[in-house]
Every structure is written in C-alpha cells, then in structure tokens.
C-alpha cells in the first residue's frame, strides 16, 4: 500500500514539475515580445554544429521572430523551398541553389559563410592516404578508388554528397563496389560508421571538430580549394502560398548577411575548438 | 410467486435444445431440474431468470399473467460466484441499495445474513481472499438479501466442500419454507433428494417426468427415470 | 565499454544538474502524450465497450480494421498525417505542421486504435458475466453499465496505460510531423535519435534514463493496481 502511494507520488512530482518548467519555457518567450514566427529549412549539418543554437537568439532578440528550424538533408530542404514548406533556406549546395534561384523558386540566393570538407579516416591511415596526398582530393579519392578503400558515402543529395560526387565526377570516375557504402545517413552517423568499419569518408570540418572526440579517426587530406564548402541563404517566393512568412524570410536573410551577425559567426568555435567552424563570406553592402 | 411454462421452445442454428410443453410450479415448490448433461437444464433456468429468451412460448410469472420477469423480487446463483470487486459487506448490499434500502435497514439484514450463514468474521473481507465455498456463501447472501420470492440456482454446490454445502442446503430450505419458491439445477441426486419437493427430469431438451420428488426418485414409473437414476447414460 | 560508462557518469551529472532544456524537453514529451492518451481514452474506451456489448452487421469488418491499426506503423501514421497538414496539404492554412498540436493528432491516431481494440477485449470477455450478476440481481440498464464500468475499471486502467506507453516511446510519427524543433517539439525519443546521430552518447543515455524512469513508473503504478485480482 506504501510503495504504491510512494510511486503514485514520484510519478506525480515528475508529471507536475515538467509541466510547470513546460510552462515557465512558454512564458519566457513571451517575455521577449514574439511577433511571429518563421520557418528556416537548413542541413542536419548546419544543425550540428551547434552554431545556429548559438546565433538565433540574436536574430529573435533584434527582430522579434522565432524561428522554426528544420534540419533535413540538403535535397529535401530544396524541395521544401520548391513545396512552399519553408520559408527561406540555409542550404550549402552552390548548383542546387543556382539552380532553384534559376526556376524561380526563389529571387535570389547570396553567400552567406563557408567552411571546408576534410577527408577523414583511421588514425594510423592504413591505406595510406594522407602519405599520398595530404591537400589534394582529386589525388586522395583516385586513390581510394584504385585501392578499393572503404568509403562510406551520404548518398542522401547532402552539399556533402554533392561535393563527394562532383569531386568523382572531375575524376571521372563512377564508384560502386563492396568498398563503396552509400548509407544514406547524416554525417554525425556516416562519421560514426566510419569509425566502426575503419574506412575513409568526406566530412564538413564543422561536424569532424564536434565528433572527433570519440572517435579513432584523422584528417588526411585537407586544405584543397576543391573542399570548398560555400552556403548560401535563399528566401522562398512567396508567391507560393499563403503560410509563407515573406517579411520574416526578408528580416532574416538581412540579419544573417549583416555585419554584426557575419562577425558572430566568425567568432564561433574560437572558445571550444581554438579555431573558428566557419569563415563569413557575406558580400559587404 | 408461482411460475407457469407455457409450450416453451429454444433453438439455437436449428437445433433445438429445449422444447417444454408446459410445467406448473406452485408458490413455495421447490423444484430439483435433473438430467444428462445437455439436456437443457441451465437453458430453462436461464430463460426463466430473463438471462435468454425463448424462441417460442412464455413464461407467466405469477397468477396474474405477468409474461416479463419481475427481476427485483427474483435472482439467480450460478456455479461459480461472482462477487463484485469489494468487501463481502459492499457484496450483500448491492441489491439493497439499488432497491433504495435505508442504510440501518442494509447494515440490519448484513449482519441477519452473516450470522446464518457464518460470514460474520468475512464481512470487511476482500471479494478476492475468499475460498469458492465462502464466496458461494456471500453469493447466496447476497441473492438472499431483499428476499426474493423466486430463487433459481444452477448446480449451485458442484464445486462446494460437504461442509459448506450442508450450510448452503440448510439456507435454502429455510428460505423455502418462508415462502420463496425455489428451482435449483443439480448434478447430486442425493442432493436433490435432500432438498427437493418437486424433481423434474430432462432429457435432449424435453420433459420425461415431473412429480413429487420422492416418489419419483425412490419409485420412478418411467423406464428413462429408472435408468437415469440407476446411473445409466440415456442416450 | 567505456563510452558507455562515460556516458553514465555524463547522464548522472546532467540529471542532477537540472538541466532547464532537458525538463522542458521531458515535460513536452508528457504533455503530449497525456493529451493524445486523454482524448483517446475519452474516444476509445465507450467505443471499445460500445463493440463489446452490441451486435451488429459490420461488426466483423470494423473489429479487424481496429485490430490492423493497433499495429499502425507510427510512420505511417506520422506521414499520413504529415500529407494533410503541410502547406501544399488540404489542411494546410490550419498551419498545424511543426506544432505540438500535430504530434498529438498523429498520436491519436496511432493510440486510439490500441485503447478501443484493448477495451473491447476486456468487455468481451468479462462483460456477459457481469451483465448477468447485474440483471439477477436487479439492476436497471444504467445501473448495468455502471456496474460493468467499476467492474472492469482495472483491465480498462491497463489498456490507457498501454496507450501511455506506447505514446511515450513513439518516435517516427513526432518526428515527422513534429520536426524535433529546439523548444518547440523536442521531445525525449526524438531528441534521443537526434543525440546519436551527432555521437552526443552521454546526452543520449542521460534522457534514455529519464525515458526509461518515466516508463518505470507508469508501468509499476498499473503492477501494483492489478495485484489484487479476481476470481471469476
């Protein structure tokens, strides 16, 4: 009879404590005078970088928007950007984005910050990669190729599957084979299966920094223009539907390609990692 | 209350499985219903009590006519009890409170129950502690509490210790004798010689005989009695 | 071996640090799973007795559809769903997409199939006896249907606390239609997913625990409800 009233009890304080803290959250929200919200498409990368946590608040604060962000694969935020589903888009896939500027999808994309890509893999690089080619990635991925390495692939449309492919493509080559793993996984997992399977894969710095903690991998090819990683901003038509939130895709657009908000971004990962995730690249007004 | 059958038939997917012409039990009987298994014994019990209805002919309850049974002056005990999720108290009163009984009045006659069938220690007991033979004990109790003038039983103490049964025995015949008229379905042809008045015999559903019980189960005219009653498997 | 342990050195710290993200992501995962086993319950339970105590012509046909969406794909219901809320969808100027309000609608579709298919099990079985006890001892009809309500009380407390649990541990339809947005439709299940697939390990088994507590408790509560059981 005891217990049961201790359990009904401790279910009890659990139920009521999150519920207030639930709406201690709400609350706090409304304290920084909310005039709307807006709906941000970006990569799982951008996400995990943590840099976005880490920025919006300040885009909130200045502005009065919430933001709504959803972190997909890069194919599937441009096809939220074509659907109407979002209202603008962090995407880093400089072609997909020329290309749905060009359809009309949007009026116009800008460059907003970039990082780079690192081809990574085990620790005492069994296949010698980094011997071979420690700043060249055509040179690194030709000879994955030619050694059959375990490569473990996005294969999910990502702007680093797109880089992945483009870089195969200049090589023209077409990989497939046991060695080549299409996982169709977010990088934090593909970089996990790399570490499990001992093999090689093509990651954004952002993303390496953040995991390579617990793994027992390295960089071994880095530094070549090729892993460029360029993102760009795109606000969506509004013409498309009417949820579209037009005014608040403008207001962000502006913040992210402001001054202030470029020298945040260059700022961030300084603390944590002693050396900055990304470099702004906005255009100066 | 007096019951009288009337050309009751029960089918079920073509197959008939009681077919009663007619029967007529007098206020205060108290009727033993035997028979093989299958013949339709718990079907007529059934369809009298309003659990089943026939699919030809009525029953009149009463002299008067009455053809729906007058379900709160009659009740029913089955094989196995089921007692509501509560006390053996909260059991009893059940059918006193929906009968709009006064509280004293209920806590009177709980403790007029308990005494004559032994539950007075088991009253603030939980349903679920109970072995079957206390548990019958508080069903019978609990049937017994606004007095019924009709108490139907089916093969109420098959699963009772000799005890508790010759408990159970003493109670019905006293509630017979204070006027309530009584059909009980029964495996135990001692047990019917025992308690009853009145034995009816079924077989496949029909009447074989029906007659004053000690005659018919010490000196049975029909051939099918005299085998049933010898033990043999009537076909 | 180790990460584990780390990431059980991690989660301890983290719990008892009261971490304000952590608790409101637990208390969006209660909330939202109360609500949709609430309005469930409310659709499910007069349903399933409704089933359980009538016949009629489609009776055989609706019990195997509800029988077949007891074992709704969460997915599946999330995408569906999902196909009318968002912008392009027939509902789409509700503006429900990415709301908590959607998780709970998805939610209901998937736990009021399980509560209804349970109910009625229970009724089937134990609501002929209880009628019978109920008529020979002079109940009227609504006096009938109260009595098969406390009679069955304890099988019908198991059947929402099916639901509660299956609600809580649902990850793909919130995930969907929720989007796991920071403070907005985080909830425990989605987050976890989430802190895997960034390789947070420590993070991730510190809220699998509060999961994993929170089931504890709902499940024992209903252990210790149905300890005391009847015998027909």
């Known amino acids: 009879m005891f217990k049961k009233k201790l359990l009904t009890l401790g279910l009890a304080i659990i139920v009521i404590m999150s519920l207030f803290v639930g709406c201690a959250a709400e609350k706090k929200k409304e304290a920084a005078k909310i005039i709307g919200t807006i709906r941000l498409a970006t990569t799982t990368s951008t996400q995990d970088s943590g840099l976005l946590d880490v920025i919006l608040p300040d885009f909130t604060y200045k502005t009065g928007y919430n933001v ?57 690089d069994p296949a010698g990669i980094k011997a071979a080619a420690p700043n060249n990635a055509q040179a690194a991925f030709k ?29 023209g080559l077409v990989p497939s084979g046991d060695w080549y793993i299409e996982s169709g996984k977010g990088m934090g997992d593909v970089i996990t299966m790399t570490n499990e399977k001992l093999g090689y894969t093509l990651s954004d710095r952002a993303t390496w920094l953040n995991m390579s903690a617990n793994t027992d991998l390295a960089i071994v090819t880095e530094g070549d223009k090729d892993l460029f990683n360029q993102y760009g901003v795109m606000v969506v038509d509004p013409k498309k539907n009417a949820q579209i939130n037009a005014a608040g895709a403008l207001a962000f657009q502006e913040w992210i390609l402001s001054a202030d908000t470029q020298k945040l971004i260059g700022q961030y990962g300084i603390e944590k990692y002693g050396k900055a995730l990304f470099t702004p690249n906005a255009a100066a007004k | 209350m007096n019951i009288i059958i009337d050309r009751i038939t029960k089918e079920y997917g073509g197959r008939k499985v009681l077919d009663v012409d007619s029967l007529d039990l007098n206020e205060g009987a108290f009727c033993g219903v035997i028979g093989p298994n299958g013949s339709g014994k718990s079907t007529l019990l059934n369809i009298i009590a309003g659990l089943a209805e026939a699919t030809s002919g009525q029953v009149f309850y009463e002299e008067y006519g009455m053809t729906e049974p007058p379900l709160k002056r009659m009740t029913m005990v089955f094989q196995t009890p089921y007692l509501l999720r509560t006390t053996v108290e909260k059991n009893i009163a059940y059918p006193l409170k ?22 007075t220690d088991f009253l603030k007991h939980k349903n679920w502690s109970l072995s079957g033979g ?69 077989n496949k559903g029909k009447v074989v005989e029906f007659g004053p019980c000690e005659k018919m189960l010490k000196n049975p005219e029909n051939e099918l009695t005299q085998r049933f009653i010898a033990g043999e498997i009537l076909i | 071996m180790d990460v584990i342990a780390e990431g059980f050195k991690a989660a301890i710290a983290l719990l008892l640090k009261g971490d304000a993200q952590l608790y409101e992501i637990v208390g969006l995962s209660l909330g939202v799973s109360l609500c949709s086993v609430a309005i469930s319950t ?85 609501a002929d006896k209880v009628k019978n006890i109920a008529v020979t001892l002079g109940a009227g009809k609504f006096e009938v249907l109260k009595l098969l309500l406390s009679e069955l009380k304890i099988g019908i407390l198991a059947a929402i606390v099916t639901g509660m649990g299956r609600s809580l541990s649902e990850v793909g339809a919130v995930m969907i239609v929720g989007g796991n947005i920071k403070g907005k439709t985080r909830v425990m299940t989605t987050y976890i997913a989430q802190l895997k697939s960034m390789g947070d390990y420590s993070t991730a ?28």
């Open chain 1, 68 to 124: 709504d962000v959803i972190a997909v694969g890069s194919g599937e935020a441009i096809k939220m950007g074509e659907n109407g589903e979002a209202d603008v888009l962090l995407v880093h896939s400089p072609q997909a984005e020329k290309d749905f500027v060009a359809a009309g999808h949007s009026p116009a994309r800008y460059d907003v910050m970039y990082n780079d890509f690192v081809i990574i893999g085990p620790k005492n």
């Open chain 1, 143 to 171: 000879k994955i190729y030619d050694d059959k390495v375990t490569f473990i692939s996005r294969a999910d449309k990502s702007g680093t599957n797109t880089k992945e492919l483009s870089i195969w493509t200049k090589l």
């Open chain 2, 98 to 119: 929906l009968r709009g009984w006064k509280p004293q009045d209920i806590d009177n006659r709980i403790r007029e129950l308990a005494d004559e069938l032994g539950l």
């Open chain 2, 134 to 202: 206390e548990a019958q004990k508080v069903a019978l109790a609990r049937a017994l509490s606004f007095r019924p003038e009709l108490l139907l039983l089916d093969e109420p103490t098959a699963n009772i210790d000799p005890a508790t049964t010759a408990e159970i025995e003493r109670m019905l015949k006293k509630t017979n004798e204070e006027g309530t008229t009584v059909i009980v379905v029964t495996h135990n042809l001692v047990q019917a010689k025992r308690l009853c008045k009145e034995t009816l015999l079924l």
């Open chain 3, 42 to 126: 409310f659709i499910g339970v007069p349903l399933g007795a409704l089933i359980g105590t009538r016949d009629f012509k489609f009776k055989n046909a609706l019990l195997r559809v509800i029988y077949t969406l007891m074992s709704l794909p969460p997915v599946i219901a999330g995408l569906l769903v999902f196909l009318f809320i968002m912008r392009r969808g027939p509902l789409g100027s509700l503006e429900l997409a990415y709301t908590p309000t959607a998780m709970v609608i998805a939610q209901v579709c998937l736990v009021t199939p399980i509560i209804t298919g349970l109910t009625y099990n229970i009724v089937r079985e134990k």
């Open chain 3, 205 to 232: 088994i510190a809220v699998g625990i509060v999961l994993m507590v929170l089931a504890f408790l709902i499940n024992s509560f209903l252990y210790n409800y149905q300890q005391r059981d009847e015998r027909l």
